[in-house]
C-alpha cells in the first residue's frame, strides 16, 4: 500500500488505523505499507514510523512524482501489487482487499469508482466537486471511447510488472487520468468497483481550477494515444478449477464486486461444486460480513433458464425478505456443457447477465432470447457518456449500478437483459409459465 503524503498527519494516523491488516493476512496476502513524503513540515514523517510504516522522502515534488517513485520502490523490492491510497482518510480501508483479490484473478488495474457519503453541511460544495469530476469523467470517456467512470480516484491498485510499460510521466494530481487512460488504451485488463467517499481529515492539496486544468489537459493528451492491443494472457492464479478458466471466474468476481453486492447465492449444477466454492471464497476472502450461499440446483424443480427468475427466498436462505444477487453456474454433461454460460440475476436493477464460459457460446442461441420476459440489452455494452456523467452526478443507485456493470462487462459476447415483469418485491417474476420466461 503506498500512501503518497505532503503535511497529511491527522489524516494519515486514521487512514493507516483504517487499513485491515488482520483482513489481509486472512484473505493470503502480505501487506507492506510505505508512506512517499513529500517533505512535510509537520509530524507526517513521525506518524507513519511510529505506526509501523516504511517511510521514505520523495526525491521530487509533486503527488504524481511521490506515486511512480512508491511503485517503482514496491517493484524492485519484489511486490507483485502496488496499491495507492489517498492518505487523508477519504477512502476506506475495506476496499483494499477486493481490488487485490481481483489482481490476484488477473486484472491489471483495478481502480475504485468513488459514491460519496451524504454530508448535510456540504451539499452545495460536494454538489459541485461532483459535476466537476462528472465532466471530467465525461471528457474523458467521450475522447478515448473507454469506460472511464472515475478518473480522478485516489484509490487503486496495479500489477507492478506492467506499470514501467505505461511510460507515466505526471508529476501532480493528474496521474491518475494518465494511468487509467493509458491502460485502457493499451488493452489491459481494468476491473472497477464501487467504494465510499468520505470528509477528508486536514487541509485539502488540490487546487480546483488549476490541477483540473491540468488533468483536462493529460485527458486530451492521452486519451487518443495509440492502442498496443490485448495484453500478454496471464499464468492462471493457483487453486483455480480446469473446468471454468480463470478469466471467466474473474469476470464473475468483477460483476459480483461492481454490484457491491452483500447478499448472494450460487446455485451449482452437476458437476459445478468445485467452481462455485472458489468462487464463493474468493467473495467471503474479499469482503467482510458478505453473505455466500451455495445451493445445489434442480433443473426439474426450477426453469431451465436459471435461477434469476424463480428464486423462492426460503431456499435462498434468505428468510428476512433481503433479495440477493443470484449467480448460476451450468451444468457439466458427458457431452458437453448444457449451457456454456453462467447466469447472473440482479434484483436492483432488474436485469440478467449471461457470462461466457467457454467458445460454445459463440453460436449458442440461449434461452433468454426466446423468452418474452426479458428484452436484450445489447453484447458487451459499453457505458455511453451521459450515463457516466450521469451516474457521477446523480443519487439513483440503479444508474450507478448499470454504469459499473456496463463498465466491467467482460470480452467475449457477455449479454444483458433486462427483466420487462418486476415481482411484488422488486425481483424478478416468476408468475409467468415456465415455457414463456
Known amino acids: 500500500m503506498i500512501l503518497p503524503t505532503l503535511n497529511e498527519e491527522q489524516g494519515l494516523l486514521k487512514t493507516l488505523e483504517d487499513i485491515p491488516l488482520e483482513h489481509l493476512r486472512e484473505a493470503g496476502f502480505d501487506p507492506q505499507v510505505l508512506v512517499v513524503d513529500g517533505h512535510s513540515t509537520d509530524g507526517t514523517q513521525e506518524v507513519g514510523r511510529s505506526w509501523g510504516a516504511r517511510v521514505i522522502s520523495q526525491t521530487s515534488r509533486g503527488k504524481g512524482a511521490a506515486t511512480r517513485e512508491g511503485i517503482e520502490f514496491a517493484r524492485s523490492h519484489g511486490a507483485k501489487y502496488a496499491v495507492v491510497m489517498d492518505a487523508d482518510y477519504t477512502y476506506p480501508g475495506s476496499a483494499i482487499v477486493p481490488l487485490l483479490t481481483l489482481l490476484e484473478a488477473g486484472s491489471d488495474l483495478v481502480v475504485g469508482v468513488r459514491r460519496p457519503e451524504f454530508n448535510p453541511f456540504g451539499v452545495a460544495r460536494n454538489l459541485i466537486h461532483r459535476v466537476g469530476d462528472g465532466l471530467l469523467n465525461y471528457t474523458a470517456a467521450q475522447l ?119 447478499e448472494l447465492v450460487i446455485f451449482s449444477h452437476q458437476g459445478r461444486e468445485v467452481e462455485a466454492q472458489e468462487l464463493a471464497r474468493r467473495l467471503r476472502a474479499a469482503r467482510v460480513g458478505v453473505e455466500v450461499i451455495i445451493s445445489s440446483f434442480d433443473s426439474v424443480a426450477q426453469s431451465v433458464f436459471g435461477a434469476p427468475s424463480p428464486l423462492p427466498l426460503g431456499q435462498a436462505g434468505l428468510d428476512d425478505g433481503r433479495v440477493p444477487i443470484v449467480v448460476t453456474l451450468p451444468s457439466v454433461t458427458p457431452g458437453g456443457e448444457a449451457f456454456p454460460a453462467a447466469i447472473v440475476g440482479l434484483p436492483k436493477t432488474q436485469r440478467v447477465v449471461y457470462v461466457p464460459l467457454g467458445p460454445m457460446f459463440t453460436g449458442h442461441v440461449d434461452p433468454f432470447s426466446r423468452s418474452g420476459a426479458y428484452r436484450l440489452e445489447g453484447s458487451r455494452p459499453r457505458p455511453s457518456s451521459l450515463s457516466i456523467l450521469s451516474s457521477a452526478i446523480s443519487s439513483s443507485v440503479r444508474s450507478k449500478e448499470l454504469a459499473l456493470l456496463a463498465a466491467n462487462a467482460p470480452a467475449g459476447g457477455v449479454r444483458i437483459y433486462r427483466s420487462l415483469e418486476v415481482g411484488p418485491g422488486g425481483g424478478f417474476s416468476s408468475d409467468r409459465p415456465r415455457a414463456q420466461r
Do not use: M
Open 144 to 262: 478515448s471511447r473507454c469506460p472511464v467512470l472515475d478518473v480522478c480516484s485516489g484509490l487503486w491498485g496495479v500489477r507492478t510488472a506492467i506499470f514501467p510499460g505505461l511510460k507515466v510521466i505526471s508529476d501532480g494530481f493528474e496521474i491518475e487520468a494518465e494511468v487509467f487512460l493509458k491502460s485502457f488504451r493499451s488493452g489491459l485488463r481494468v476491473s472497477q468497483i464501487p467504494i465510499a467517499y468520505r470528509a477528508r481529515v486536514g487541509t485539502a492539496k488540490l487546487r480546483a481550477v488549476r490541477d483540473g486544468a491540468r488533468i483536462l489537459l493529460t485527458i486530451i493528451r492521452n486519451a487518443r494515444s495509440p492502442s498496443r492491443g490485448p495484453a500478454p494472457p496471464h499464468p492462471s492464479p493457483g487453486g483455480v478449477p480446469s473446468l471454468v478458466n480463470a478469466q471467466a471466474l474473474q469476470n464473475l468476481q468483477a460483476l459480483c464486486f461492481a454490484t457491491d453486492a452483500k
